[in-house]
């Protein structure tokens, strides 16, 4: 970067091919981010610099990046670190689906994998997985496709980005789920719910969820609920300056009970106000909630 120049702002796109990495950029280009798709990490600089210039400088870069770049993971952490030298500080968006979904994606547009080769669909998809599993693990914000639509996806590309001032504030994405559905795969921090008693077994409860008063001043009215939400309170305030302060603008926070209909969902929505209060942009989504 010379002295002249702006600083872009960048995101980088990249993970499981399938997952939705089309639908994101598109998003992001209605957005008014300048896109490039298929760039070899090796280009992230020179892409910055002519971004950068005075004239006609372009703000905000989304760059989409995929595995058929050669030596992907160490050109990907290469570039990363030598814009991070030039006071670029990208954001890592990592696209993420079950190999379920990912199958039947790749089956309805009838298609092969890229390192399917001569194996199975499912055998490109596990080479995949491991292939991106350190830049996954780095990454700044990790989006789970599995289930969703693309105008779903490109709704939660706007709820990210939508108003994106390039500022280093951090945005939470509280997740409320059933255990006995599965983890969140795309969750960064996971809260259990369970050491609460159940509203499910009181039966004028039972069909009610935790959005409903009723529920919620049960759940709230438990021993320990208040003082847990006091500490962990606490805890996302300490979490949240840190994230901060390493540059992490998203984070995803997954709360849990067994089937995700009542102790979850009023946690959920209890955690999401405390963070709030804190100033941090908060989305909730109750992804069981209906599924019993």
């Not at 971004?51 to 372009?58: I, Y």
């Not at 509280?174 to 259990?192: I, Q, T």
Request: aromatic content about 6%.
């Amino acid at each position: 970067m010379t002295n002249e120049s702006k600083i872009p702002d960048i995101v980088i796109v990249t993970g499981m091919s399938g997952a939705g990495r089309s639908t994101a950029a598109k998003s992001l280009e209605d957005l008014d981010w300048y896109v490039v798709d298929n760039l070899p990490p090796g280009l992230l600089a020179t892409m910055a610099d002519l971004g950068g210039r005075v004239k006609d400088a372009v703000p905000r870069i989304a760059v989409v990046v995929d595995v058929r770049s050669r030596a992907f993971t160490d050109d990907l952490h290469s570039s990363i670190a030598e814009l991070e030298a030039r006071g670029v500080h990208p954001r890592v968006v990592f696209l993420e689906a079950n190999d379920a979904d990912l199958v039947r994606r790749f089956e309805s547009v009838r298609r092969p994998h890229p390192l399917q080769g001569d194996g199975r669909l499912v055998d490109g998809i596990a080479r995949e997985r491991e292939l991106v599993r350190e830049v996954r693990a780095e990454a700044d914000l990790v989006i789970d496709t599995s289930g969703l639509n693309v105008h779903e996806l490109r709704n939660k590309i706007i709820g990210f980005f939508g108003n994106d001032t390039g500022e280093s504030s951090l945005r939470a994405t509280v997740v409320s789920f059933g255990y006995k559905y599965g983890l969140p795969v795309d969750a960064d921090l996971v809260v259990d719910c369970r050491f609460l008693p159940n509203p499910h077994w009181v039966p004028e409860l039972r069909p009610k969820t935790g959005r409903d008063a009723a529920v919620r001043d049960y759940v709230l009215g438990q021993r320990g609920a208040k003082e847990f939400l006091d500490a962990y309170a606490e805890v996302l305030r300490l979490l949240a300056d840190g994230y901060e302060r390493e540059g992490k603008h998203y984070v995803t926070l997954a709360v849990g009970c067994t089937g995700g209909k009542h102790r979850s969902v009023a946690m959920a929505e209890q955690i999401a106000a405390r963070l709030r209060d804190e100033g941090i942009e908060v989305q909730v989504a109750h992804r069981d909630l209906g599924r019993e």
